[in-house]
């Protein structure tokens, strides 16, 4: 069962849309967030809920990662005919984790033409990746552009209240009775993704079944620290990423807002946007007007010409470390 709320309800209205639907609709479903926030469970529920639906409809569901080495292995054995009848002719394709695509030449090829028979075909096509499709890097951009041509639905971390509904819901399914200053220390203190929150659950939820210590508020704590301690590394804002970068450059904080344009600030810049995209939760338009009212798309090839230097640049990729652990101390 799937706790809805602000973080998820658009992409949950869309999975349902997709699951009634008579025919293909948001064609493809592009569904992305980061990990642990639902989107494997989403899509598995899209499949289940058309097999219910319609007995006999040919869903197929397998990760990315699975079709690269499928096709790399087909190619090799020479059945790539047999492949190809197998996902081309699918009534629903369900792809979780497509941007491993990246980098992948061959794999790019033989989907970007898997993807335009199923459309012709008129199948429907859901896809998930751990960030937006004009984020994955090292992938054509005819295969964004498909992508991005149906409608592309965003999961965000739960909110206290999506929490709070999450972990009492979990209380009820196990029978377990925790004192409520427990349980709002935990809403409260662990944000990122409901797969740790589950799993902060499940230690305590063990611990009092043992019945052996009566279960505090300390108690918990103590019992989670690994996890509470993970979860503060996470609190980052952009203003403490704007003033490590500057520290780390050697530039003013005014840099990260300026319409200056040399190198020495224009890249720092663009590393303080990488950051606050990987390791804040807000949203493009958000960064674009912490740095000085940019647009979403100047955050967006700020992005992803930080990832592309880090590829080929291992000092590029070292300097980011280190500012990431600067903060992550901090």
Same mark, same amino acid.
């Given at each position: 069962?799937?706790?809805?709320?602000?973080?998820? +309800?658009?992409?949950?209205?869309?999975?349902?849309?997709?699951?009634?639907?008579?025919?293909?609709?948001?064609?493809?479903?592009?569904?992305?967030?980061?990990?642990?926030?639902?989107?494997?469970?989403?899509?598995?529920?899209?499949?289940?809920?058309?097999?219910?639906?319609?007995?006999?409809?040919?869903?197929?569901?397998?990760?990315?990662?699975?079709?690269?080495?499928?096709?790399?292995?087909?190619?090799?054995?020479?059945?790539?005919?047999?492949?190809?009848?197998?996902?081309?002719?699918?009534?629903?394709?369900?792809?979780?984790?497509?941007?491993?695509?990246?980098?992948?030449?061959?794999?790019? +090829?033989?989907?970007?033409?898997?993807?335009?028979?199923?459309?012709?075909?008129?199948?429907?096509?859901?896809?998930?990746?751990?960030?937006?499709?004009?984020?994955?890097?090292?992938?054509?951009?005819?295969?964004?552009?498909?992508?991005?041509?149906?409608?592309?639905?965003?999961?965000?971390?739960?909110?206290?209240?999506?929490?709070?509904?999450?972990?009492?819901?979990?209380?009820?399914?196990?029978?377990?009775?925790?004192?409520?200053?427990?349980? +709002?220390?935990?809403?409260?203190?662990?944000?990122?993704?409901?797969?740790?929150?589950?799993?902060?659950?499940?230690?305590?939820?063990?611990?009092?079944?043992?019945?052996?210590?009566?279960?505090?508020?300390?108690?918990?704590?103590?019992?989670?620290?690994?996890?509470?301690?993970?979860?503060?590394?996470?609190?980052?804002?952009?203003?403490?990423?704007?003033?490590?970068?500057?520290?780390?450059?050697?530039?003013?904080?005014?840099?990260?807002?300026?319409?200056?344009?040399?190198?020495?600030?224009?890249?720092?810049?663009?590393?303080?946007?990488?950051?606050?995209?990987?390791?804040?939760?807000?949203?493009?338009?958000?960064?674009?007007?912490?740095?000085?009212?940019?647009?979403?798309?100047?955050?967006?090839?700020?992005?992803?010409?930080?990832?592309?230097?880090?590829?080929?640049?291992?000092?590029?990729?070292?300097?980011?470390?280190?500012?990431?652990?600067?903060?992550?101390?901090?």
């Amino acid at each position: 069962r799937f706790v809805v709320g602000q973080n998820n +309800e658009f992409a949950h209205a869309a999975c349902i849309a997709v699951a009634n639907a008579e025919q293909a609709i948001y064609n493809p479903l592009f569904i992305h967030g980061g990990s642990g926030l639902g989107k494997t469970h989403m899509m598995q529920a899209i499949g289940q809920k058309l097999m219910l639906n319609k007995p006999g409809v040919r869903v197929v569901y397998l990760t990315c990662e699975k079709f690269i080495n499928e096709f790399i292995d087909t190619v090799r054995k020479g059945s790539l005919e047999r492949f190809r009848k197998k996902y081309r002719r699918a009534d629903i394709l369900l792809i979780d984790d497509v941007q491993f695509l990246g980098g992948k030449e061959r794999s790019q +090829e033989e989907f970007f033409h898997t993807f335009n028979e199923l459309l012709d075909l008129q199948s429907q096509i859901v896809l998930t990746s751990d960030r937006p499709a004009s984020e994955i890097t090292n992938i054509e951009p005819r295969l964004i552009s498909r992508f991005e041509c149906g409608l592309t639905v965003e999961l965000q971390p739960p909110g206290i209240e999506t929490r709070m509904a999450i972990i009492r819901r979990k209380m009820d399914e196990w029978d377990v009775a925790l004192h409520s200053d427990i349980l +709002e220390m935990i809403a409260e203190r662990i944000q990122s993704n409901v797969r740790r929150l589950e799993g902060a659950l499940v230690r305590i939820a063990t611990f009092a079944s043992l019945g052996t210590e009566q279960v505090t508020v300390e108690r918990a704590e103590y019992l989670l620290k690994d996890i509470l301690q993970q979860e503060g590394k996470k609190r980052v804002n952009i203003d403490a990423i704007q003033k490590t970068v500057t520290e780390y450059y050697d530039l003013r904080i005014a840099d990260m807002t300026s319409r200056r344009r040399p190198s020495n600030i224009a890249f720092p810049r663009q590393v303080a946007m990488y950051l606050s995209r990987r390791l804040t939760q807000c949203s493009l338009m958000e960064i674009g007007e912490a740095f000085g009212g940019r647009d979403h798309g100047t955050v967006i090839y700020a992005v992803r010409k930080v990832q592309q230097r880090m590829e080929c640049e291992p000092q590029v990729r070292e300097s980011i470390e280190m500012i990431t652990t600067t903060l992550h101390r901090k």
